[in-house]
């Protein structure tokens, strides 16, 4: 039998992946779903209607109101250190990322503490010339070489969280 002395054993819960669902490309919800299934992860999909998803008692489905901000409020409540929100809302990975957990646009860019000021910076200076008059166009195309460095990014996250864990 093991004596454990003085030693400190920290229980942590497992990282958990939370979809913000309602503007996220199916191929991007298809490539977490196979990789938290893989992974043996939980996974938490919020939007504003019912998205399809395989049945896993790992995953769940919270469809929130389409008020302003539900989904982004919901996914901040469920958010622990450490979990990884995918979303492309700016301004949600923001406070994602406040709270400890990672956030991953869904053409696989890492949001962190170093970047996330430039990019909401950016977003709103984008916002103001919107209201201003200039066109932008919105964002580009969602390619195939995006959703490759999307698989990319999320199999270096979550095999560093499992290797954490274990």
Partial sequence: M?????QKFVLRKPMQIIIDADACPKAVKEI?????????????????TKIRMPYNPLFKSIIVPANFNEADDKIVELVSPED???????????????????ALDPRGYLYDEN????????RDLMHELRENGFEGGGPDEFKPKDRERFANSLQKIISGAVRKVQ
């Fill in 2 to 6: 093991p004596v454990f002395g003085a």
């Fill in 32 to 48: 977490v779903f196979r990789a938290a299934e893989r992974a043996k992860l939980n996974l938490t999909v919020v939007a504003n």
């Fill in 115 to 122: 970047n996330i000021g430039t990019k909401l910076a950016m």
């Fill in 84 to 102: 990884l929100v995918i979303t492309a809302d700016i301004p949600l990975a923001d406070r994602v990322i406040k709270k400890g957990a990672l």
